[in-house]
């Protein structure tokens, strides 16, 4: 991957570190599998993410194969970012144009994040109602099977002590 004045991308690296120690060739580089193991992206997915230019031309090594370096795979915990939180791919890849532009587009970036993180915060609302209207059913099923729990408890006791009379009655009768 050729760097065009991006700079950081101010992302971190989120849970995928790279120690720089693939095992194929090239210092510092990754085969496509060994890749697909840290991000827990599919071969498939990585061949994708570089067709529609999410990722820069990743380089390759003898014979042609991928060869994945540490920037590619903090750039690919940026992206799973993107994704997890619901940013569409048409967004991702403007995103990532902008990031090739180099510095001259870092408000286009900023601009474009503010908004998704508005759209995330509205879903992180949205979803909070939702599990306050599960946790209130949650509430009431968890009463209801207490009562019933009790009802049967009863039910139980007050079963063995009519047989319990039943019993004493007729040890009298006989």
């Known amino acids: 991957m050729t760097s065009t004045g991006t700079g950081n991308t101010g992302t971190g690296t989120g849970s995928v570190s790279g120690s720089g120690t693939g095992t194929g060739t090239g210092t510092g580089t990754r085969t496509i599998a060994e890749t697909a193991d840290l991000t827990g992206m599919s071969a498939h997915t990585l061949r994708y993410y570089e067709r529609i230019g999410l990722l820069d031309r990743v380089d390759r090594g003898p014979g042609g194969r ?3 370096r540490d920037e590619d795979l903090a ?3 940026f992206l799973t970012r993107l994704r997890t939180t619901g940013m569409p791919i048409r967004d ?3 995103f990532a144009q902008f990031r090739r532009q180099g510095d001259a587009s870092v408000p286009a970036r900023l601009d474009l994040l ?3 993180r508005e759209t995330v915060r ?3 609302a949205e979803l909070t109602e939702c599990l306050r209207a599960l946790d209130a059913k949650v509430e009431h099923y968890q009463a209801l099977t207490a009562h019933i729990d ?3 408890a009863r039910a139980a006791s007050d079963g063995a002590e009519t047989g ?3 019993t004493q009655a ?3 009768q006989e």
């Open 66 to 68: 991928r060869r994945f």
């Open 75 to 77: 750039w690919l915990a």
């Open 92 to 94: 991702m890849r403007r």
């Open 114 to 116: 503010l908004q998704h």
């Open 122 to 124: 509205d879903r992180i």
């Open 150 to 152: 009790d009802v049967e």
């Open 164 to 166: 319990a009379r039943a």
């Open 170 to 172: 007729r040890a009298t």
